[in-house]
Every structure is written in structure tokens, then in C-alpha cells.
């Protein structure tokens, strides 16, 4: 019955199936003629399928051919692979074979038309209609990408505007204090540069392989806030001896340096410190033997009293307290306390504190003045990584351009421009407190600003000091190997002039590691403002003037100064220490003036100021102040939280 039936063509897949699978000898057996030519026969034509002739097989054979084949592992992977080739089409339908057979042979009928026209003209013609289909399709948009870059949050428990170290040691405080009292709160601190520090930057050149501080600059281990807040250790100090070189009026050789090289050079000693160098501090040719035993006096003064009695006593001049209160002669206020205090508060002595020269005489007098080995920037990133540690988030290229109190909801509106390579944005954030911890300035117009708050711009400016440093790097070990300060003891009028504009001198890669690369030098030189002044714009004439005068300080190395030493850069720094002395609002306060208030006038709740401005000009006084800032904004937020 089944093979009077036509043949259908799922027969013949079965048919191919076995052909494909069995060897030649076992389809032979199992009553198969497979000759080579079968499925390629000439004979054969296109449109007719060949039919196989079916033998009948011993019975026997076949069934020990079966047993074979399912004994045979390769075999049966074989015939899996070959079952799923040939299924991939899946069943057929036999309802749809009639249907199929006909849409074939129509097919084909259009194929053998379209074989008559030309492969070029046809390949066109089907080019032009995949195209125009191709038109007629919508285009699929492309997703848009994601945005990988971090979410920035739109609202802050505190803000802190200034990522200098005052604004650093704000947040800080504020993100270490709002994790011990429990509270949740987020902080953010907006620096408009590129890096945080503020004025306490170290520059990396060539590599990464000379540090250049923005403006030389010491750090005096003893402050109390430096010793609270810092790891001295991580910071590698590198310190320098106890006094200093003086450079004399006259060319006489004084000092012989480890090269057995005559230097025109006097020692200031402090035998408090080095007792070995008691005959060197008496013996040194800088002031009278009254000058020395009246520094003696001085220190052990100083020594005995605590930060907070040398603030309370009566303030003058330091000119006239070294003149009038401790009987210095002239000789040694020009030699030594002129360069080495101006080289420090960067102010004639007439416009500097008696407290403030009290106060960091005994900074000097019980610790040491180091560098770290980072460079002074080293403070103000170890900062910045407690900072972040603590859950500080900190945005760099944020320039606030005004604060707006909101006495509706209690919470400020923060307006920023952001730098975003060459494109600027504006963004804003909102804040329950906010803490500027910009310099002076900034803070005064930012402040100014605010309503009830515009007379600020009115009132005379806090004074500002200027300083110019230029560095140098030459090769080979320094004319003065020793870690010490070098200065100019010139005296008189011929001090800071333009020809002898230098004030003091440094070598720090002989105080820290880090500052030159092994088998190199650097060279700090220290400008102040007069002299500066006369070179504006004039860099080329500025340096000439400097090589011109460090050859008479060094009159070995006069040819290597002016052919091998290489100028590196020249800092002209505004803003470099607010003013301590007279003037309005003087820096000059220990622990700092209230930071609710500015100029004396209370601020809107929640809003709070902190800076060396509000302090001492010290790093002390920046440290100090961010603290206090900091510990009143996170009072203030506990209570807006609870309230």
C-alpha cells in the first residue's frame, strides 16, 4: 500500500538522510544502490528527482547491520549532527506541499527571464530597487548614550566655597564631626581652580622633575592646629638648621663652604638649640655682643610665655617694640631681623604686629622650620585626601559667582560657572550652610553681594601682600650645601633696590627631597614688592639683575650662574598674605574672629567665613579658622535638622 502511494518529499529527505549517514558498504546492505554518480548524474535533469530502486535485503544482515550501527558511538554522533543539518527547517506541512510546488516553479520561471538581462543592468536595476527600499524604511535612531560620568549631588548639608587649606580643614572638621554626632549630611567643596591648596601650591616641571612652591614658604612644625590636623610623618619633613646665613655689606670672606670656597657670608646661630654653636653665635659679625645676649633674653622670653600671653600684651610696631622694648641696636635690625621678618610676613617691620612677631619668633625658637618633600603643596593634598576620606566631595573648576539666602525654606542657593575645557556652564546647588573660605577679596564680594550686605563695598580694602620668587636649577651640589636660609644683610636703601632686589635665598633641594632630580640643585630667590615693581614686564631685566647679584654672594660660582644656571620660572603672586598690622581689619587675631560675622556685622543664619583673614597670616591662622567654621556650620545644621 505505502509504496503504490507517490512518493512524497519527505520520503526523499529520509532517502538523503541515509545516504549522508551510512557508508557506501552499509547502505548496499541495507538494500541501497549508492554508485558515486547517483545524486550527480548527467542524465538527471533539473526539474526531476531521482528515484532510488529498492532491493530486498537477507533480513538477517540488515539486523546485524542495525546492531552495528547503534554499537557504534561515531556513528551515532555522525548521525546527530547530519539529524540536526537536515531538520534546521523544521517539519514539513503537507497541507502547504501543492501551494509550495507551485510558488517554486514561478520562481524559477522569473529566474530563467530574468538570467536574460544583462548581470550589469540587472545588479543595477535590483541595486536601485534595494536602495529606494531602503529609503522608504524608517531609520532606527541611535540610543542615546549613556552617561557614565558620576552623578553630582543637587543638595548639601554644608557647602564649602574655597578649597584652599582654611576651606579644606572646614569640610573636614564638618564631615568628621557630622559622623560623630550621628547626623546625616553631605558636604561639598567648590574650588574655581584646578587644584585645591589655595595659596599653598607646589608646581611640578620637566617632568615631574623639579618642585617649584608658588612663593617660598616654610613650614614651622611647632603651630598647635599644623600638629592636630597633620601627619607629619607622611610628610617627610626635611629640616632646616637653626638661624641663618647673613650675606654683609662688604666682600669679606667669612664663611668657607664644604668646597673650601671662600663665601662673604656671617653665621647667626641660636646656641639654644645647637649648643655646639655657642662660639659661632658670639663670634658671628652681625651686632654687638648686647645685640646677642639681648636675642638670648628674647627667646627665653618668649619661651616661657604661653600663645595666648604674647597676644594679650600691648601691640606696636615691631620696629618699635625691637627698638624701644628690646634695645637692638640699628646694625643688627638691618642685618638680620629686616631680611628674615619681611621675608616672612612679606611687610615693611613698621607695618608688621609685636605679636605677631612674638608669636612666630617662638614657633622658631621651639620647633623647626622644614619643607616637606612634596613641596609646601604636600599640606594642602594631605588635607584634601583626609578630606575625601572622610566622604568629602570635592569639584574642582567650580567658580561661585554669588550666594542667595532663602528665608522661605532656610537653605542657600549656590550659582557656579563651570570651566568644562573651553565650554563654561552654569549650574547651582543648594545647601542648608554655607562656608566661604576664599582670601579676603573674593569673600568680601562675594559677601557684598547679598541683601542688607552692599555697604561691604564701600568700606576700605583689608590690605594685601605681594612677592615675586623666581627658581633656578644648575647641575652638580649648591654653593651652600647646609639647609639654611641665606640673606640679604646689605642694610640701608641699597636692600631691595633694583640692583640688589634679592631678599633671601634658598636652596631647598638641600632641605627635602624632591624638589631636584639626583645630580641637580634648585635655587629659590625671594623678591619683595618694591623691587618687583621696578620689573614689570620685564622678566629678561629681573633675571639678569638677580644672576648679577647672587655672583657677589657667591663669587666662586659668578661664571656657572650666569652660563649654566637655568631661570625655570618667575611667580608674581598678588593676594600673598593679607596685612597684620593697622589697616582695616588686620590679620592679627589668635583663634580667630567669630564666623557668623564679617567687618563686624552679623552674617544671615547658616552662612559662615573662614581664612587667615579672619585670623592670624600665618598657616596657623588658616588652619584655625577653618576649624572654628567648621564646628559652627555643623552646629548649625544638627539644629536646622532637629528643628
Not at 180 to 205: K, P, W
Not at 343 to 371: H, N, W
Not at 565 to 579: M, T
Amino acid at each position: 500500500m505505502i509504496l503504490s502511494q507517490p512518493a512524497s518529499p519527505w520520503f526523499f529527505r529520509l532517502v538523503v538522510l541515509t545516504l549522508f549517514v551510512l557508508t557506501q558498504e552499509q547502505q548496499q546492505c541495507l538494500g541501497f544502490v549508492t554508485p558515486s554518480s547517483f545524486l550527480y548524474s548527467t542524465t538527471t535533469t533539473a526539474t526531476k528527482t531521482p528515484t532510488p530502486r529498492l532491493l530486498t535485503p537477507p533480513v538477517v544482515r540488515r539486523n546485524e547491520l542495525v546492531t552495528e550501527v547503534a554499537n557504534s558511538s561515531s556513528t551515532r554522533l555522525y548521525v546527530l549532527k547530519r539529524i540536526g543539518r537536515f531538520f534546521k527547517r523544521g517539519p514539513p506541512n503537507e497541507e502547504n506541499n501543492d501551494e509550495k510546488t507551485k510558488d517554486s516553479k514561478v520562481n524559477k520561471q522569473k529566474q530563467e527571464k530574468s538570467s536574460d538581462t544583462p548581470p550589469s543592468l540587472n545588479d543595477t536595476t535590483q541595486n536601485k530597487k534595494s536602495s529606494d527600499a531602503d529609503k522608504a524604511k524608517p531609520k532606527k535612531q541611535p540610543k542615546p548614550k549613556k552617561d557614565k560620568s558620576p552623578q553630582l549631588r543637587q543638595h548639601a548639608s554644608v557647602c564649602v566655597v574655597g578649597g584652599g587649606v582654611s576651606g579644606l580643614t572646614a569640610a573636614l572638621t564638618c564631615a568628621n564631626q557630622l559622623a560623630a554626632s550621628g547626623s546625616i549630611g553631605d558636604v561639598v567643596l567648590l574650588e574655581a581652580s584646578s587644584q585645591v591648596g589655595g595659596r599653598v601650591i607646589s608646581d611640578t616641571i620637566d617632568d615631574g622633575s623639579f618642585t617649584l612652591d608658588r612663593g617660598f614658604a616654610v613650614f614651622i612644625e611647632e603651630y598647635p592646629q599644623a600638629q592636630k590636623l597633620l601627619d607629619y610623618q607622611a610628610l617627610q619633613l626635611g629640616k632646616f638648621l637653626p638661624g641663618a646665613l647673613i650675606k654683609l655689606p662688604n666682600d669679606d670672606s667669612v664663611l668657607v663652604n664644604d668646597q673650601d670656597q671662600p663665601l662673604p657670608l656671617a653665621r647667626v646661630a641660636d646656641p639654644l638649640r645647637e649648643p655646639g654653636e655657642l662660639w659661632t653665635a658670639l663670634a658671628a659679625p652681625v651686632g654687638s655682643l648686647l645685640d646677642k645676649i639681648g636675642i638670648l633674653w628674647l627667646v627665653l622670653n618668649v619661651r616661657w610665655s604661653t600663645i595666648e600671653q604674647l597676644f594679650a600684651e600691648e601691640e606696636t610696631s615691631t620696629l618699635e617694640a625691637l627698638r624701644k622694648r628690646w634695645n637692638f641696636s640699628e646694625e643688627i635690625i638691618e642685618r638680620f631681623f629686616k631680611p628674615f621678618l619681611e621675608g616672612i610676613y612679606l611687610a615693611p617691620l613698621e607695618e608688621q604686629s609685636s605679636r605677631m612677631f612674638s608669636f612666630v619668633f617662638k614657633m622658631f625658637s621651639e620647633g623647626s622650620a622644614s619643607l616637606p618633600a612634596g613641596g609646601i603643596g604636600a599640606v594642602a593634598q594631605q588635607l584634601k585626601q583626609k578630606a575625601v576620606d572622610a566622604g568629602v566631595e570635592v569639584r574642582l573648576d567650580q567658580t561661585v559667582t554669588s550666594i542667595e539666602p532663602s528665608a522661605k525654606n532656610k537653605q542657600y542657593t549656590i550659582n557656579i560657572k563651570n570651566a568644562e575645557g573651553r565650554k563654561t556652564t552654569t549650574t547651582t546647588l543648594m545647601a542648608d550652610c554655607v562656608i566661604i573660605a576664599t582670601e579676603g577679596p573674593a569673600a568680601c564680594r562675594l559677601i557684598s553681594q547679598i541683601d542688607g550686605f552692599e555697604s561691604l563695598q564701600t568700606l576700605p580694602s583689608q590690605v594685601q601682600r605681594f612677592v615675586g620668587n623666581l627658581y633656578y636649577s644648575l647641575p652638580g651640589e649648591p654653593p651652600v650645601k647646609d639647609p639654611i636660609l641665606i640673606l640679604n644683610g646689605m642694610g640701608g636703601s641699597d636692600r631691595g633696590s633694583a640692583t640688589n632686589p634679592v631678599n633671601n635665598v634658598c636652596f631647598p633641594s638641600s632641605v627635602a627631597s624632591g624638589y631636584a632630580p639626583p645630580g641637580y640643585s634648585l635655587c629659590s630667590v625671594t623678591v619683595l614688592k618694591d623691587a618687583m615693581d621696578q620689573y614689570q614686564g620685564k622678566d629678561a631685566e629681573l633675571d639678569s639683575a638677580v644672576r648679577k647679584q647672587l655672583g657677589t654672594w657667591f663669587p666662586a660660582y659668578q661664571e656657572a650662574i650666569q652660563n649654566t644656571w637655568e631661570l625655570k620660572a618667575i611667580y608674581r603672586i598678588p593676594n600673598a598674605q593679607p596685612g597684620q598690622y593697622k589697616g582695616p581689619f588686620p590679620a592679627n587675631v589668635h583663634g580667630g574672629r567669630p564666623s557668623n560675622t564679617y567687618r563686624n556685622k552679623e552674617l544671615p543664619a547658616g552662612l559662615f567665613v573662614c581664612g587667615d583673614h579672619m585670623s592670624t597670616a600665618t598657616l596657623n591662622g588658616a588652619l584655625e579658622s577653618g576649624v572654628a567654621a567648621g564646628t559652627a556650620a555643623v552646629a548649625a545644621t544638627v539644629v536646622s535638622s532637629s528643628s
